[in-house]
C-alpha cells in the first residue's frame, strides 16, 4: 500500500545513519526505499561515515551527504530536512544516539533534523546486549517513546565478535515494512500494548499422508508475522507459534515455537495461552487430516489408489473460547481468521457473520481468498466483525495495516473493559 501525498509526490524520507557496526545494512533499507518510490536524503553522522562512506549513500539515493549544519547554509538544511520530511528512520540507532536524541542535543545535522521533524519518527536500535539492557538506555527509551517516538524492538542474534543476545538490528525487510506502515498511518504507533501477554498462530499446517506427502494450504504466513510484528512494537510480550511458511524472517522480539500438524498446534496453543490477555487464531488449519499415515512412502502402481480416508482436526479457536467459557483460560480478546469465498447464494461477509456466531470469539477478521487474494500475496483486505455487532471493513493495503487496524480494535476492547460503569 504507497501512501498518497499532495501533488502525488514521492514520499519524502530522511534515513539518519549512525556510527554502528549495522551501518552497512542501511544501505539495503535505502535501496528497497529508493525502489518503491520513496525520495530519501541520508542524513548520516560523523562516526557512521566510518563504516559507510558518502559516495556510497550518494550513488544509491541520488541525494547529497552531508553530517554537519554548516554545510549548504543558504538552505538552511538543519531546519527544513525535519520540516519537510514524511518520516524520519534512524538505521542503525546507537546507544549515544537514542540519548542524545532523548535529550535534545543536537550538535550536527541529524540529532538538528529530530528536533525539527514533526512528522513520525522510527528509531531502530543496534547494539550490544549490556548496552540494550543498560537502565540508561532504557531510561532513553522510554523517554523517546513518551514523546511518540517509534522504538522497534532491536532482534536477538549475533552481535559483534562472538557475541550473541538481543541487540541485532532487525531484518531490512522488517525496517521497510514498519516505515511503510508509518507513512501511510501519518502518525506514531502507540505503546498501547505493554505489558500485554499476545499469542498468535500463523502459517499452514500440513498433514502427512506419507513421509512425502501431505494435505496442506496456501497460507504463507505473512499475515500472522504482520500481527505479532506489529503487536511486539507496540510493547506487547509475543509468543508466535508458526506453522509452515513461505520462509519468513521471525519477527525482532518475539518467541516463536514451531507446530506442523493442527493436533501439535492444538497443544501449544493451549498450552502458551495460559495467562495471555490476547490470543489471536490467524493461522490456516487443516480442516482434515488423513486416518491413516504410513511410515513408509505409498508406491505408485498400476491399479487405482485406495480411497483417502480423512478424520477431522480439532476446532482450535472454538476450543479457546470453550476453554475461556470453563473459566480456564484468562484471555480478555479471543480473535479469529475467516479465508471465505462466496456462493450463489451467501456473500464472503456472510459467510464470516455465520462463523463469528458459530465460533464465539470477541473479534474476527474475515477475508475474501482466491487467486492473486489473501494467501500468497503481500496485501490484504476484509472485514473486521465484533461480537457487539460492530462491523469495519478494512481496505486493502499491506498486511502490517491490517494488523495495525486489528490491534487499534483490540486496544480499545482493552480501553472499554476498563472504564468503570456510570449509575
Given at each position: 500500500m504507497k501512501p498518497e501525498f499532495p501533488g502525488g509526490r514521492p514520499p519524502r524520507v530522511?534515513?539518519?545513519?549512525?556510527?554502528?557496526?549495522a551501518a552497512y545494512k542501511a544501505c539495503d533499507v535505502l535501496r528497497r526505499l529508493t525502489e518503491s518510490g520513496h525520495e530519501v536524503r541520508v542524513v548520516p553522522t560523523e562516526s557512521a561515515?566510518?563504516?559507510?562512506g558518502s559516495a556510497t549513500f550518494e550513488a544509491l539515493s541520488g541525494q547529497p551527504v552531508a553530517t554537519g549544519v554548516f554545510t549548504d547554509v543558504e538552505d538552511v538544511p538543519h531546519v527544513r530536512l525535519g520540516q519537510e520530511a514524511d518520516l524520519v528512520v534512524v538505521v542503525p540507532a546507537t546507544a549515544d544516539l537514542l540519548g542524545r536524541a532523548a535529550h535534545g542535543l543536537a550538535d550536527d545535522l541529524l540529532t538538528s533534523t529530530l528536533l525539527t521533524a514533526r512528522c513520525p519518527v522510527l528509531m531502530v536500535p543496534a547494539m550490544h546486549t549490556e548496552m540494550w539492557e543498560h537502565a540508561a538506555t532504557q531510561h532513553n527509551i522510554a523517554l523517546l517513546r513518551d514523546r511518540g517516538v517509534v522504538v522497534a524492538e532491536p532482534a536477538s542474534g549475533r552481535l559483534t565478535g562472538a557475541d550473541t543476545g538481543k541487540g541485532?538490528?532487525?531484518d531490512p525487510e522488517e525496517i521497510v515494512d514498519l516505515a511503510r506502515l508509518l507513512l501511510v498511518k501519518r502518525t506514531a504507533l502507540p505503546h498501547d500494548l505493554e505489558g500485554r501477554r499476545v499469542v498468535i498462530s500463523a502459517g499452514g499446517t500440513r498433514e502427512p499422508m506419507d513421509p512425502?506427502?501431505?494435505l496442506g494450504n496456501?497460507?504463507?504466513?505473512?499475515?500472522?508475522?504482520a500481527l505479532a510484528r506489529v503487536a511486539a512494537h507496540r510493547g506487547a510480550h509475543v509468543t508466535l507459534v508458526s506453522a509452515h511458511t513461505a520462509d519468513l524472517v521471525e519477527p525482532s522480539g518475539v518467541r516463536v515455537v514451531h507446530a506442523g500438524t493442527a493436533e501439535r498446534m492444538r497443544s501449544l496453543m493451549l498450552a502458551e495461552s495460559e495467562g495471555a490477555d490476547v490470543v489471536v487464531m490467524a493461522a490456516a488449519v487443516a480442516d482434515f487430516r488423513p486416518v491413516d499415515r504410513p511410515d513408509h512412502k505409498v508406491k505408485k502402481t498400476d491399479r487405482d489408489p485406495d480411497p483417502l480416508q480423512l478424520t477431522r482436526n480439532p476446532d482450535i479457536l472454538a476450543e479457546l473460547v470453550e476453554t475461556r467459557e470453563a473459566g480456564r483460560l484468562d484471555a480478555e480478546v479471543i480473535v479469529g481468521f475467516a479465508a471465505e469465498t462466496g456462493d450463489p447464494d451467501t456473500t464472503v461477509l456472510e459467510h464470516g457473520r455465520t462463523k463469528l456466531t458459530r465460533k464465539r470469539c470477541d473479534l474476527l477478521v474475515v477475508n475474501a481468498v482466491g487467486d492473486g487474494a489473501a494467501f500468497e500475496v503481500e496485501d490484504n483486505a476484509g472485514?473486521?466483525?465484533g461480537a457487539d455487532g460492530v462491523e469495519h471493513p478494512i481496505p486493502h493495503g499491506s498486511k502490517s495495516h491490517?494488523?495495525?487496524a486489528l490491534w487499534d480494535a483490540v486496544s480499545g476492547q482493552f480501553a472499554r473493559?476498563?472504564?468503570p460503569s456510570v449509575g
Open positions: 530522511v534515513l539518519g545513519v549512525s556510527g554502528g557496526i561515515l566510518r563504516f559507510v541485532r538490528l532487525p512425502v506427502r501431505y496456501r497460507s504463507s504466513g505473512r499475515q500472522g508475522y472485514w473486521l466483525l491490517l494488523a495495525s473493559n476498563e472504564t
